[in-house]
């Protein structure tokens, strides 16, 4: 399957496992728009983008906790770009390690803003559009926390769990209009995700791999699920 000048929107693009998504699908000439919180960084990750190969990049400054900021990053997206033939929910928030009782409900309402409300808006949004013109794919990036319980991550778990139904379902839904939904599940990344490094971690750089994996085999397949760990994890 060709990704050869296909658009591609990907959430949570400034840093990390978004960034290297983003690096190494622009060296097949992509059309890429990125979000992210963090100005300086996602300018960063933009040029670092542009200089892989990417044929045009728009990057824009939104809060995925704001309905009407993703809503608007979708639409700038989109003027500049051009609809979505590839759309990568990739951004996830995590507060901070809690037990249940421990967090508090303002946490509990931002962890589900960004890790469910954001990506079923876009994946609502990019339905439309990618039924016209007669498919595209999402993937979203989940995590291995959907496949374990772990103490002091309730919430978090909840809405990337929440996530997993939610995308379980809308597979079967989007197929009849020639539209691929692929679920990714990271193991334990080296990224600034974490309080601390962990260089024993996967990479950022191989989880991007994975993803370029998943969209670019032969077309008459679909990755719907797709698991993958460091050697030294052992959490599950």
Same mark, same amino acid.
Request: aromatic fraction near 8%; include cysteine.
């Given at each position: 399957?060709?990704?050869?000048?296909?658009?591609?929107?990907?959430?949570?693009?400034?840093?990390? %496992?978004?960034?290297? %998504?983003?690096?190494?699908?622009?060296?097949?000439?992509?059309?890429?728009?990125?979000?992210?919180? *963090?100005?300086?960084?996602? $300018?960063?990750?933009?040029?670092?983008?542009?200089?892989?190969? #990417?044929?045009?990049?728009?990057?824009?400054?939104?809060? &995925?906790?704001?309905?009407?900021?993703? &809503?608007?990053? =979708?639409?700038?997206?989109?003027?500049? +770009?051009?609809?979505?033939?590839?759309?990568?929910?990739? #951004?996830?928030?995590? $507060?901070?390690?809690? =037990?249940?009782?421990?967090?508090? +409900?303002?946490?509990? *309402?931002?962890?589900?803003?960004?890790? &469910?409300?954001?990506?079923?808006?876009?994946?609502?949004?990019?339905?439309?559009?990618?039924?016209?013109?007669?498919?595209? !794919? +999402?993937?979203? +990036?989940?995590?291995?926390?959907? !496949?374990? *319980? %772990?103490?002091?991550?309730? @919430?978090?778990?909840?809405?990337?769990?929440?996530?997993?139904?939610?995308?379980?379902?809308?597979?079967?839904?989007?197929?009849?209009?020639?539209?691929?939904?692929?679920?990714?599940?990271?193991g334990g990344t080296d990224t600034s995700f974490?309080?601390?490094?962990?260089?024993?971690?996967?990479?950022?750089?191989? @989880?991007?791999?994975? @993803?370029?994996?998943? &969209?670019?085999?032969?077309?008459?397949?679909?990755? !719907?699920?797709?698991?993958?760990?460091?050697?030294?994890?052992?959490?599950?």
């Amino acid at each position: 399957m060709n990704i050869e000048e296909k658009s591609i929107y990907i959430t949570g693009g400034s840093k990390g %496992i978004g960034r290297a %998504i983003a690096e190494r699908l622009a060296r097949d000439r992509t059309n890429i728009a990125l979000c992210g919180r *963090d100005e300086k960084a996602l $300018s960063e990750a933009a040029a670092a983008a542009k200089t892989a190969g #990417a044929r045009d990049v728009y990057a824009g400054r939104f809060d &995925l906790g704001d309905t009407k900021a993703v &809503l608007e990053f =979708y639409a700038k997206a989109k003027k500049r +770009i051009g609809p979505p033939d590839i759309l990568i929910n990739n #951004a996830g928030y995590n $507060s901070r390690k809690a =037990y249940l009782w421990e967090a508090e +409900i303002d946490e509990f *309402d931002s962890m589900i803003a960004v890790n &469910l409300r954001a990506p079923f808006i876009l994946m609502r949004e990019a339905f439309g559009d990618m039924k016209t013109r007669g498919g595209g !794919h +999402i993937v979203n +990036i989940l995590s291995t926390a959907c !496949h374990s *319980d %772990i103490e002091q991550l309730s @919430v978090y778990t909840a809405a990337k769990k929440g996530l997993q139904g939610m995308t379980d379902v809308f597979r079967k839904e989007a197929r009849p209009n020639n539209i691929r939904v692929t679920s990714i599940y990271p193991g334990g990344t080296d990224t600034s995700f974490r309080a601390q490094a962990r260089p024993d971690y996967l990479r950022p750089e191989s @989880v991007a791999e994975a @993803v370029y994996a998943a &969209l670019t085999l032969p077309d008459d397949l679909i990755v !719907h699920h797709m698991t993958f760990r460091p050697m030294v994890e052992t959490n599950f």
